[in-house]
């Protein structure tokens, strides 16, 4: 017998501990829920970094699970939470430390991911699992679970805070200039192999610079690989066309400089994400990743994508026959990437009406 689904749930839990581009994609569910359930109270439990990113948000009380404190860190949560009582946990982790986790939580019913998307077992430890549904993109697997509890209205919206102070922040850095934001690196992971060449994206900021008067503002962590991405491309770059703020910004500043930038041009990382929500334009990189799956969602049509050029060159297989986001390991994959295709999509952003970016900011849409 099935675990019933509760009708008119009054308290939700979220588990979501990572990353930030997956944090920012599950914001839509979040707000389809508050709609469905005006009132609803909705716990999200929530990694150290992606809470920095998404505090504040409205209608969301969250409790942080710093990864580095393990078991031990478990147990303080589970303590913390020992009075609460969920009508339903939504288990959108993938992760055997997120199911560990789950354990000490105590909720009615426990709603994971289906067979076909669930990893490390984590059927194991739900309830009720969501209706297939191959092939989907990250956010819509997201949406999933609002729609197996029965919301009806799933139109996508953010409304991601952002304090004044991140905007100062943000102006300190670039003073009333134009720019482009371009976070080159994602996270230095162990054969991550997502990052495009310095001179690749010293090509496209000189043609932003050139042809638009645009500056780049380089992000990115603080990381000694990030730090030499940015002074190699800047070194190949003209005075003046690039401001490097890679290390320099909290989180709530990246969302700052992202909502002030013309576009944003990063491979598949958490900034071509944290720019979705924020509404402003975007070009995504990416080989080693399917964007079919880990695209910007409202900008796809603008993604660069050469991951099926990658699958044939570096797998020998056919995009169909390989398992739905499986990844390309292989370190030149991001090479076939041409910096012809990045600037002819940045162009078409670029040459959009002004007022195009309000009309499609993702709050309305």
């Known amino acids: 017998m099935k675990h019933p689904l509760p009708a008119q749930p009054r308290h939700i839990a979220v588990l979501r501990l990572s990353a930030l581009g997956d944090v920012c994609n599950l914001v839509p569910t979040v707000r389809a829920l508050q709609r469905q359930w005006p009132g609803v109270r909705i716990t999200w439990i929530i990694g150290k970094a992606e809470h920095s990113l998404l505090a504040g948000l409205s209608g969301v009380e969250f409790v942080v699970y710093d990864k580095a404190s393990g078991l031990a860190g478990m147990r303080r949560l589970w303590r913390e939470l020992g009075d609460a009582r969920f009508d339903v946990l939504l288990h959108m982790q993938q992760a055997l430390r997120a199911s560990v986790l789950s354990l000490g939580l105590k909720a009615k019913v426990r709603v994971g991911y289906d067979k076909a998307r669930a990893k490390d077992a984590q059927h194991w430890f739900t309830h009720r699992q969501l209706a297939p549904h191959p092939r989907a993109h990250v956010l819509e697997s997201f949406l999933d679970f609002a729609r197996l509890l029965g919301v009806e209205d799933t139109s996508l919206a ?208």
């Open 158 to 365: 953010w409304d991601m805070p952002v304090p004044e102070m991140a905007f100062e922040e943000a102006t300190a850095l670039t003073g009333e200039a134009a720019y482009l934001l371009m976070s080159p690196c994602a996270n230095p992971r162990l054969r991550n192999f997502r990052n495009w060449s310095a001179e690749g994206y010293a090509a496209v900021i000189e043609h932003a610079w050139a042809q638009y008067g645009l500056k780049t503002v380089l992000t990115g962590g603080g990381s000694t690989q990030e730090r030499e991405m940015g002074e190699r491309i800047a070194a190949l770059c003209r005075p003046g066309a690039v401001i490097d703020a890679i290390g320099a910004t909290s989180l709530k500043g990246l969302l700052a400089l992202i909502a002030g930038a013309r576009a944003v041009i990063a491979p598949d990382s958490g900034p071509v994400h944290m720019a979705n929500a924020m509404g402003t334009p975007v070009v995504g990189l990416f080989a080693t990743t399917n964007p079919d799956r880990a695209a910007p969602y409202l900008w796809r049509d603008y993604v660069v994508n050469r991951y099926p050029d990658a699958v044939r060159a570096y797998m020998h297989r056919e995009p169909d026959d390989i398992t739905w986001g499986q990844r390309v390991r292989h370190p030149d994959a991001m090479a076939l990437i041409r910096v012809d295709d990045v600037v002819e999509r940045l162009d078409a952003l670029l040459v959009r009406p002004n007022d195009r970016k309000e009309e499609e900011r993702p709050d309305e849409a």
